[in-house]
């Protein structure tokens, strides 16, 4: 029997340890720190380690799988990966599923990100970096609107504005370089051509050389409805994707996906873990590379391991081993998830408002709808041992939004149509102070069936 860890609070994180608990040969899924509706998951502890990406948190997981016989670690978000938490666990001799420090630069740093793709012709928007205003400023002149400012690091989706207007080219350099809106993440900006097509997710598992794809996914960024309003982390996803045809699918596979492990690898730098390829493609089905992930997607976690049939902990057992599949089993139906944010998001969150209308967790584990959490906690405490007594003895399960994004409803449906259909109606039936979410989550998909 395994225990495995999973690092992270989100809905990607709830989603991933629900799918480690189905597995038969799966004893105990921890997760550090987790959110309530990982507590309330059947074989899903939630425990607290020091919770900010740093060395202090390396050695804290360590120390927990040693004393926790845990046999897996999986990663959930950017920031540690980043900061080399695969490099500290391997060291110290535990399996850890992501990539290192190195390869996690292709999410850290939009402009290594650039560079590598620039190097390996990997299509992708042509582009300048800038750490000073007055000439990023002239380089927007020169180019005119529209066209696309970046925050050079991690900026949990936010650090992106498409600028319509060289005003508003200007006002977001501005925000970056002169008011340090962004912090650290914005002393450096990347201004980019702006890309025409629709865009998609294509998440792979990669073993350092072989490359596992996920089923596609597609994520719908603008906070409100027909694609509106400013970026945020995601608001919602479904899978499949239908703008990723066969022959798209397989030009990402060539043009994009096995020149990074090839690039990685011969770098001396194997490219292990999840890979998120953000895409935009164009009329042609031409594929361009917007962006690199280090991780798996949130919220396109939700709907894609909704419909995966294989087990999780197997893929990434096999990944850790060097022989991951070609190809994993996934339902023939649609996923379809919506995220419920809580008041303000994306510029601000608010926190405490009591959510109300949660269906009962299911006993077995396989219901059509299924609420993953994400910015959630329990009522009067952050004691975890206090939220497991409550959870045990069935009292005071009253759960509280903690964050921006905060439940992610989703769906698994015979068309992407009815999985919106069969969404909304569960996100309908919850409510708290300041809830919002789009109703028209699979839109682009939903219109491409009807023509
Ligand atoms: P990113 O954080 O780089 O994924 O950017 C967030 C969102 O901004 C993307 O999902 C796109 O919707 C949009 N975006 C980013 N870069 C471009 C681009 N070069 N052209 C058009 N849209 C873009
Ligand atoms: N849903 C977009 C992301 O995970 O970055």
């Known amino acids: 029997m395994m225990n495995i860890l999973v690092i992270g609070s989100g809905g990607r994180e709830h989603a991933l340890a629900w799918q480690c608990a189905k597995d038969d040969n799966v004893q105990r899924v921890y997760i550090a720190p987790g959110n309530a509706g990982t507590a309330l998951e059947s074989k899903c502890q939630n425990i607290i380690l020091e919770n900010s990406p740093n060395e202090d948190e390396h050695q804290a997981v360590i120390a927990f799988c040693q004393n926790n016989a845990i046999d897996i670690v999986i990663v959930g978000p950017e920031a540690p990966l980043v900061t080399g938490i695969i490099d500290a666990c391997r060291k110290a001799g535990i399996n850890a599923w992501g990539p290192t420090a190195y390869c996690a630069q292709l999410e850290g740093s939009k402009t290594f990100a650039k560079?590598?793709?620039?190097?390996?012709?990997?299509?992708?928007?042509?582009?300048?970096?800038?750490?000073?205003?007055?000439?990023?400023?002239?380089?927007?002149?020169?180019?005119?609107?529209?066209?696309?400012?970046?925050?050079?690091?991690?900026?949990a989706g936010k650090g992106v504005i498409v600028a319509e207007t060289i005003e508003q080219a200007h006002n977001a350099i501005d925000d970056m370089l002169a008011d340090n809106k962004f912090g650290d993440a914005g002393s450096r900006v990347v201004i980019e051509q702006f890309l025409q097509g629709e865009e998609a997710s294509f998440i792979c598992m990669i073993d350092g050389e072989n490359i596992l794809p996920m089923a596609t996914s597609q994520d719908h960024k603008r906070a409100f409805e027909s694609d509106t309003g400013p970026n945020t982390g995601g608001m919602g996803a479904y899978s499949p994707a239908p703008v990723?045809?066969?022959?798209?699918?397989?030009?990402?596979?060539?043009?994009?996906?096995?020149?990074?492990?090839?690039?990685?690898?011969?770098?001396?730098?194997?490219?292990?873990?999840?890979?998120?390829?953000?895409?935009?493609?164009?009329?042609?089905?031409?594929?361009?590379?917007?962006?690199?992930?280090?991780?798996?997607?949130?919220?396109?976690?939700?709907?894609?391991?909704?419909?995966?049939?294989?087990?999780?902990?197997?893929?990434?057992?096999?990944?850790?081993?060097?022989?991951?599949?070609?190809?994993?089993?996934?339902?023939?139906?649609?996923?379809?998830?919506?995220?419920?944010?809580?008041?303000?998001?994306?510029?601000?969150?608010?926190?405490?408002?009591?959510?109300?209308?949660?269906?009962?967790?299911?006993?077995?584990?396989?219901?059509?709808?299924?609420?993953?959490?994400?910015?959630?906690?329990?009522?009067?405490?952050?004691?975890?041992?206090?939220?497991?007594?409550?959870?045990?003895?069935?009292?005071?399960?009253?759960?509280?939004?903690?964050?921006?994004?905060?439940?992610?409803?989703?769906?698994?449906?015979?068309?992407?149509?009815?999985?919106?259909?069969?969404?909304?109606?569960?996100?309908?039936?919850?409510?708290?102070?300041?809830?919002?979410?789009?109703?028209?989550?699979?839109?682009?998909?939903?219109?491409?069936?009807?023509?």
């Open 115 to 155: 560079e590598f793709m620039a190097k390996h012709n990997i299509p992708t928007a042509a582009y300048q970096g800038f750490t000073d205003a007055v000439s990023a400023k002239a380089y927007v002149d020169g180019q005119g609107a529209p066209i696309v400012i970046k925050a050079d690091g991690l900026a």
């Open 244 to 451: 990723v045809t066969q022959d798209v699918h397989d030009k990402v596979m060539t043009k994009v996906i096995q020149p990074v492990v090839d690039a990685m690898k011969a770098a001396g730098h194997p490219y292990t873990g999840f890979l998120y390829a953000g895409l935009m493609i164009d009329e042609a089905g031409e594929p361009f590379v917007i962006e690199f992930n280090c991780r798996f997607g949130d919220p396109e976690t939700q709907p894609i391991l909704m419909r995966l049939q294989s087990s999780m902990v197997d893929l990434v057992a096999k990944g850790l081993a060097g022989n991951l599949p070609d190809e994993a089993n996934w339902d023939e139906r649609s996923a379809l998830g919506i995220v419920i944010a809580s008041k303000g998001y994306p510029e601000t969150s608010s926190k405490g408002d009591v959510i109300a209308g949660l269906p009962e967790l299911d006993a077995h584990n396989d219901q059509p709808v299924k609420v993953f959490h994400a910015g959630t906690t329990f009522s009067h405490s952050d004691d975890v041992d206090k939220i497991e007594a409550k959870v045990a003895n069935g009292s005071d399960k009253e759960v509280l939004t903690n964050g921006g994004r905060v439940l992610c409803v989703t769906a698994l449906a015979d068309s992407i149509f009815d999985a919106q259909q069969a969404a909304l109606v569960v996100a309908g039936a919850i409510s708290f102070d300041g809830a919002h979410y789009r109703r028209d989550i699979g839109h682009h998909a939903i219109a491409r069936g009807q023509s």
